[in-house]
Nanobody, 123 residues
Framework: VQLQASGGGLVQPGGSLRLSCAASGFTLANGAIGWFRQAPGKEREWVSCISGDGRSTVYASSVRDRFTISRDNAKRTVALQMNSLKNEDTAVYYC?????????????????WGRGTEVTVSS
């Protein structure tokens, strides 16, 4: 199983970015996908998750109403649309997959991890 996050970059506060997680060797419909982030000097933080069937999406309170997670099982990708970005959103973002359809907000609930993509929000 390989997961690859992409789409990070430098953006000004208030701007938008769209992250993508590409999965290989893993059937997206069989498991939930989560996004996590880790800012410099801080612990990894759960951001969002979408269930394997796409019917359930959950968000951390810090990003709710600003971020939107979606999936395209045919393309084997999960996207995280990030709007109204703030300085505190600066972090390396990781996608992870778990072998259960339901979501989890815990790191240890995920079985596969991809390399991260760096997001910097700065003026």
């Amino acid at each position: 199983v390989q997961l690859q996050a992409s789409g990070g970059g430098l953006v000004q506060p208030g701007g938008s970015l769209r992250l993508s997680c590409a999965a290989s060797g893993f059937t997206l419909a069989n498991g939930a996908i989560g996004w996590f982030r880790q800012a410099p000097g801080k612990e990894r933080e759960w951001v969002s998750c979408i269930s394997g069937d796409g019917r359930s999406t959950v968000y951390a309170s810090s990003v709710r109403d600003r971020f939107t997670i979606s999936r395209d099982n045919a393309k084997r990708t999960v996207a995280l649309q990030m709007n109204s970005l703030k300085n505190e959103d600066t972090a390396v973002y990781y996608c992870a997959a778990r072998r259960y359809i339901s979501c989890s907000g815990q790191s240890d609930g995920y079985h596969y991890w991809g390399r991260g993509t760096e997001v910097t929000v700065s003026s």
